[in-house]
């Protein structure tokens, strides 16, 4: 899949910080086009390599904060987006690329790997290069500080790392992962998005209490 082009500003907007109303949506998109030839025959163009994460949001305390980030940022500026979900932010034994060999597996000289989520099925399975980790100390869009934490292992024993770069996701061991040797990290993560609404609409609760609705943001491939 090739890359976009759009800027993504390392500004992170932490949807656990952000109260983030109970009707928000998250949502997956496949775009698959479906050619039905004149034989009966049907067959299905993945025009995505995955399905792409999208969320409608509403906020109610900081709904100052989310008008801020579209008057700057609007649709043509991304942002790194924290999901409040668990399972869109929390990844747990994932197994590591080796960025020279581009397998899972430890090769006895090469100390980089790229952080990636594998979902599967018994029949098969997609991949996700997380590229955005969130590791040591981060500040959102309101001033707010949070930690996170990273745990490299190989073959299931942590080991330490030496550095995470929180804009590849490449992960660099202290010491090479050996031959034939399995490297898994359990990690958090980022979603680079942008705004898809056109309008951000504020609903006016009391003079000076309302909330921003239905606030369109979109997972940028």
């Given at each position: 899949?090739?890359?976009?082009?759009?800027?993504i500003d390392?500004?992170?907007?932490?949807g656990r910080?952000?109260?983030?109303l109970?009707?928000?949506v998250?949502?997956?998109?496949a775009?698959?086009?479906v050619?039905?030839?004149?034989?009966?025959?049907?067959?299905v163009?993945?025009?995505w390599d995955?399905a792409k994460?999208?969320?409608?949001?509403?906020?109610?305390p900081?709904s100052?904060?989310?008008?801020r980030?579209f008057?700057?940022?609007r649709?043509s500026r991304?942002?790194?987006?924290v999901?409040?979900?668990?399972d869109?932010?929390?990844?747990?034994?994932?197994?590591l690329r080796n960025?020279v060999?581009?397998?899972n597996?430890?090769?006895?000289s090469?100390?980089?790997f790229q952080?990636?989520?594998?979902?599967?099925t018994?029949?098969?399975s997609?991949?996700?290069?997380?590229?955005?980790?969130?590791?040591?100390?981060?500040t959102?869009?309101?001033?707010?500080?949070?930690?996170?934490s990273?745990?490299?292992y190989?073959?299931g024993?942590s080991?330490?790392?030496?550095a995470v770069?929180?804009?590849?996701?490449?992960?660099?061991?202290?010491?090479?992962?050996?031959?034939?040797?399995?490297?898994?990290?359990?990690?958090?993560?980022?979603?680079p998005?942008k705004?898809?609404?056109k309008?951000?609409?504020?609903?006016?609760m009391?003079?000076?209490?309302?909330?921003?609705?239905?606030?369109?943001?979109?997972?940028?491939?």
């Amino acid at each position: 899949m090739a890359e976009s082009a759009i800027t993504i500003d390392q500004v992170y907007l932490d949807g656990r910080v952000i109260d983030v109303l109970t009707n928000a949506v998250s949502t997956l998109e496949a775009n698959d086009a479906v050619v039905s030839a004149d034989n009966g025959l049907v067959s299905v163009n993945e025009r995505w390599d995955r399905a792409k994460q999208s969320w409608t949001l509403s906020w109610g305390p900081h709904s100052l904060t989310i008008k801020r980030l579209f008057k700057v940022n609007r649709t043509s500026r991304g942002f790194l987006f924290v999901s409040p979900v668990n399972d869109e932010r929390i990844a747990t034994g994932q197994l590591l690329r080796n960025t020279v060999t581009g397998l899972n597996v430890g090769d006895g000289s090469t100390t980089t790997f790229q952080l990636q989520i594998i979902d599967s099925t018994s029949a098969s399975s997609v991949t996700m290069d997380v590229n955005y980790p969130l590791y040591g100390s981060q500040t959102d869009i309101e001033g707010n500080s949070f930690s996170t934490s990273l745990t490299a292992y190989n073959d299931g024993v942590s080991v330490p790392v030496s550095a995470v770069n929180l804009t590849t996701g490449v992960l660099t061991f202290t010491t090479a992962p050996g031959v034939g040797v399995i490297p898994t990290a359990d990690f958090q993560y980022a979603w680079p998005a942008k705004f898809t609404s056109k309008t951000i609409s504020t609903t006016w609760m009391t003079r000076e209490v309302f909330q921003v609705r239905s606030a369109q943001i979109e997972e940028i491939f």
